[in-house]
């Protein structure tokens, strides 16, 4: 019996198989499931609705056409995995089953044989059959139903005297049968047994003993047995659990034993005779020295002798004991391991009521306190959507975050209209300015705000239940905003702060020492109407004369008149135009606070760098020197003494710059970010030192590290940040870091007091709302070795290899002409083109003049339309009345 046990059971089957039950399905030959996506399935007509499982029951698909869309789209076709089914089908068209129980694996089988298509939709004829046959059933009894309703409806009723019948239970026999079922019926006669005792055993005298309740113990009365009786146990359970075969083994490695050893050797001696040859001392004595020819070792020393002292030379000349490895960076430094190359999020910040869904345009860490950051808050919309709600009233944030309170935040500035960007005062932090989205200059005095929070914490109020009340802080009004007439006609773009050292009048000049203290009252903004204004926070004390050095109020004033609020206006205006005088600049990024490099004398206080929405890099001074300075000044507007504020303009990208930043460590080089490259620039340079290659996808912005000299973040669309080193590499970035799903739109390091030597923050916002804030791993802010010269070798390298290719450009061109003199105009070769220098005119615009050639098909063009013009006249008949004035009809006979 065990034979044939064996013989009945299944072959093992193999390791990586899955594991087989008695109830899986077992797939029919000719039929082979696969996946199919769900836009896909759209695309084939399978879907009958929006849900998964909303497909067709099946569907046939022409084998050719399938065929040919595998070879046309190759994988992305969902029939490219059953190829090999689709051409071995015999027919003209195969079968797609959906099964959404997915019995098989997958929700989609292909039916590819004859026999499997067959089988198929024969069993779905019968189904058919039966689904019909059920319907017709269902349908008759619901006729039935509905004729005897009908013939309920209209029975006619006979009033008929009643008739007593025997009463039928219609439930009495399962009624019977429910009690019998409750009933407890005998298979056998019952036992009985009768215990007695003996009869003289009874009225006997009994003694019993005393027993207190507390006293512990147990009374067993033990079991006899009755030899009479017996029982045999028929079935017993008994629990059986197999076990592994048990094996005992042992291995032992190779032991070498340590052994004592000794080796001695013997000097050799020298020897003046020639025919003595070198002594092995093998069957010598102990006492004999061996010998060496003094004649083979002058010969070797004499073949050596020019090595050696090439050798000696080459150590006098080099040091052979400096350390190689000096100039490398630590291990931390490399930007290699992809585990330590992971930005760690430390805090993630979303406010359901004010950030959700909006986008964060800007971001600013407070000065002086830890752990606070501040963010502006914009709605995600396109200009169009923009203009169908302008004028309709709104109101904006700018939220405030703490690191101690993760879910609502610290404070909520409110604003009537978006800021895409506001800065806090570096040396008042709660002074926080912005600009509107309307051009309007805004300003915000946290003081009673903060103050409140401080005395809330001090006083919690505790409610009955003893939990913390979480009271929400109402947001914050503006306590300023500028006209709107004499406000920017454009968005603000950005803002920045002067310097304490470089407050200014109205005029624009830079006030003397003794009128400067330590705190910085001024701000400038810039916007798309090419203006830059300057404001003072001060413009209340300003307007009642407090600060005569600044500006001088005239004595009567309508405002104070009428005690009016004051109007807060631009203290100092520049109108920013092109080199060429025509045209104004749309400014969307600014640079000020420029500092001078070493070996430069140049007051650079007043001196700004701003990018145009044109791709423009433009640096101004608001103190330069007016254009027609000492020919007086007839026009009260002086639109005849206008200072040139545009000193230099280089073309910088070919769409607008999305970050402008300093180099923290190089005061000379600028970064500039665009939507697919960014460039690094050196003031005073026409050209950018180093332009990356073209990004995969938008960027968004960009920053200088602050403790690593040659390190670039930029941030892209699809969430990620480059990590450009260039210590590492200067033609691809050296990482790439994942910071979150959706689109950057702003970035910013934790810099000046607050900042730690011992972390680094990086705070991200992006388009939903989300703050995300960051710890840079320790290889990224740690600075390598000497990282500081190498950089700046870098660039010098960069702008030789620059001035190189420019001056090598000049001496082509003036080859050229040389050559083009030589030869005939015809033969000569067309002029070497300078790098993004158009053929026929300058960079980027079109030229001044044209070729030798040209002129001439200018001139014979020109004769030919004079001679049409000619004939014109004559042909209408015209007269010289007739004609404007000023036109020679003399001329245009002579030439008929």
Known sequence: MSEEKKADEPMAEDADSPPKTDDAPVLP????????SDSHAQKLGMKTGEGIVDLLPSKFFNKEEQIAQVVELGFMCPFDPVMKE??????????????????????????????????????????????????????????????????????????????????????????????????????????????????????????????????????????????????????????????????????????????????????????????????????????????????????????????????????????????????????????????????????????????????????DWHPTKKGVVAVSVCKTMSFDERVEVSGQVDVAYVIIWEFAEWIKPQLALQSPQECFSFKYNPTMPNIVVGGCYSGQAIMWDLNEAMADIEKKKLEKKIDKNGEDEEEQQPPVLPTAMSYIDVS????????????????????????????????????????????????????????????????????????????????????????????????????????????????????????????????????????????????????????????????????????????????????????????????????????PVFSSPDASTYLTGGRWSPTRPGMVLISKEDGCVDVWDFTDSSYKPSATLMTTPSRITSMEFLTGKTATAKQQLLAIGDVVGSLHVFGVPRNLWKPVSNERNIIHNFFNREIKRMDFAEKRQLAREEEYSKKAAEEPEDDAPPPPQAEGVVEGGGEGEGGEGEGDGDDADIIAEEETYKNLEAKFIEQLGLTAEDLPEGFDLSKLGQED
């Not at 929700?107 to 590819?112: E, K, R, S, T």
């Open 29 to 36: 030959p000719g039929v082979k499931p696969f996946f199919v």
């Open 86 to 363: 689709m051409k071995e089908c015999p027919l003209e068209e195969f079968l797609v089953v959906t099964d959404t129980d997915s019995k098989f694996g997958e929700m989609f089988l292909l039916y590819y044989s004859g026999d499997a298509i067959s089988s198929f939709t024969e069993a779905a004829r019968i189904e058919e059959e039966k689904r019909l046959a059920e319907e017709k059933r269902l349908a008759d009894i619901a006729a039935a139903k509905a004729a005897a309703e009908e013939a309920r409806r209209n029975a006619v009723y006979v009033d008929e005297p009643m008739k007593s019948k025997l009463y039928v239970s219609e439930t009495m026999e399962s009624t019977v049968e429910e009690v019998k079922e409750l009933n407890i019926n005998h298979e056998r006669p019952l036992l009985s047994l009768s215990i007695g005792r003996n009869l003289s055993s009874c009225g006997q005298k009994l003694q019993l003993g005393d027993r207190d309740h507390d006293q512990t113990g147990i009374v067993e009365w033990q079991k006899t047995r009755f030899p009479e009786f017996d029982m045999n146990r028929m079935e017993r359970d008994i629990g059986i659990q197999a076990a592994p075969e048990v094996g005992e083994g042992s291995t032992q490695t190779k032991w070498n034993r340590p052994v004592n050893m000794a080796t001695q050797y013997t000097a050799i001696g020298t020897s003046t005779s020639t025919s003595t040859s070198t002594s092995t001392g093998t069957g010598s004595g102990p006492d004999e020295v061996p010998e060496v020819d003094m004649d083979s070792l002058a010969g070797m020393l004499g073949k050596t002798l020019g090595s050696v002292e090439a050798a000696l030379q080459q150590n006098e000349t080099v040091n052979i004991f400096t350390d190689a490895m000096a100039m490398v960076g630590d291990d931390d430094g490399a930007i290699g391991s992809k585990m330590e190359n992971q930005l760690k999020e430390l805090r993630n910040f979303t406010d359901l009521d004010f950030s959700k869904g909006k986008a964060l345009s800007c971001i």
């Open 488 to 687: 920017h006609k454009r968005m603000v773009a950005d803002i920045t702060w002067l310097q304490p050292d470089c407050q200014i009048n109205h005029k624009g000049q830079i006030l003397a020492p003794e009128h400067l203290d330590d705190k910085t009252y001024q701000f400038m903004t810039i916007a798309g109407d090419g203006q830059a204004l300057v404001w003072d926070i001060r413009y209340n004390a300003i307007f009642k004369g407090e600060y005569p050095h600044i500006y001088k109020p005239k004595s009567s004033s309508k405002t104070e008149k009428e005690g009016t609020k004051i109007p807060w206006l631009p203290l100092f205006r520049m109108n920013v135009k092109r080199l060429e005088g025509v045209g104004e600049l749309s400014l969307c990024r600014l640079l000020s606070n420029l500092k001078s490099v070493e070996g430069d004398d140049t007051d650079k206080r007043s001196h700004i760098l701003a990018t145009s929405e044109e791709g423009d890099l433009v640096y101004a001074d608001w103190r330069a020197k007016r254009k027609f300075a000492g020919k007086g000044d007839d026009d009260d507007d002086g639109a005849n003494d206008v200072p040139e504020f545009v000193q230099w303009m280089a073309k910088d990208h070919n769409r607008p710059c999305v970050s402008l930043q300093q180099s923290p460590f190089f005061e000379d080089m600028i970064l500039t970010v665009s939507d697919w490259t960014f460039n690094i620039w050196k003031l005073g340079h026409p050209k």
